[in-house]
């Protein structure tokens, strides 16, 4: 006999961001702390940026939409890892990965949130007409930001093989 899970549309998407999110975590352990900032071809991102530009859209779409006690990134964040930053090879010109991981699990704190704030309602009804790109609703939103993260971790995972690193995940 099959049995199905009734989740929320709140719970699926939060399962998504933390799949998403986890495989992120998983793919840094044991890359070196003098290679965050490898580019394995010129003008790839790295792992310091992707992490922080993680860390800065999940803040960036909380502060937009009008959340409460959306996380507040210095604006340099914003330069180093905001949309159409640059990552430059030069280690001494990001915060530690310590700062930037924590600075991650804050702004998703503030994102999980923040949808968990909505009702089922909320959650689906339609984004504003300039984020229909991101799907059809609050809901769908969820997903695009785990795609967004996950588009980032498969870089990290091409990081890893240019530097002869074991796969991190399965």
């Known amino acids: 006999m099959t049995t199905t899970a009734t989740c929320s549309a709140f719970e699926i998407g939060k399962a998504t961001l933390d799949l998403s999110r986890g495989s992120t975590i998983k793919m840094?352990?044991?890359?070196?702390?003098?290679?965050?900032t490898f580019q394995p071809v010129p003008k790839a991102n790295h792992v310091l940026w992707?992490?922080?530009?993680?860390?800065?859209?999940?803040?960036?779409?909380?502060?937009?939409?009008?959340?409460?006690?959306?996380?507040?990134?210095n604006g340099s964040w914003n330069e180093l890892f905001g949309m159409n930053s640059t990552p430059v090879d030069d280690i001494s010109k990001y915060?530690?990965?310590?700062?930037?991981?924590?600075g991650m699990k804050r702004a998703r704190e503030g994102l999980l949130d923040w949808f968990a704030s909505m009702d089922e309602e909320k959650l689906h009804s339609a984004l504003p007409e300039d984020w229909k790109m991101f799907g059809p609703?609050?809901?769908g939103l969820m997903n695009s930001i785990a795609w967004h993260e996950a588009i980032h971790t498969g870089q990290i995972s091409c990081i890893r093989r240019a530097l002869d690193l074991p796969a991190a995940l399965g």
């Open 137 to 139: 609703n609050f809901a």
């Open 95 to 102: 915060p530690s990965l310590e700062e930037i991981t924590d």
């Open 28 to 36: 840094i352990d044991g890359i070196p702390q003098d290679k965050l």
């Open 50 to 73: 992707i992490l922080g530009h993680c860390a800065v859209s999940d803040a960036y779409f909380t502060k937009t939409m009008g959340a409460e006690n959306v996380v507040e990134f």
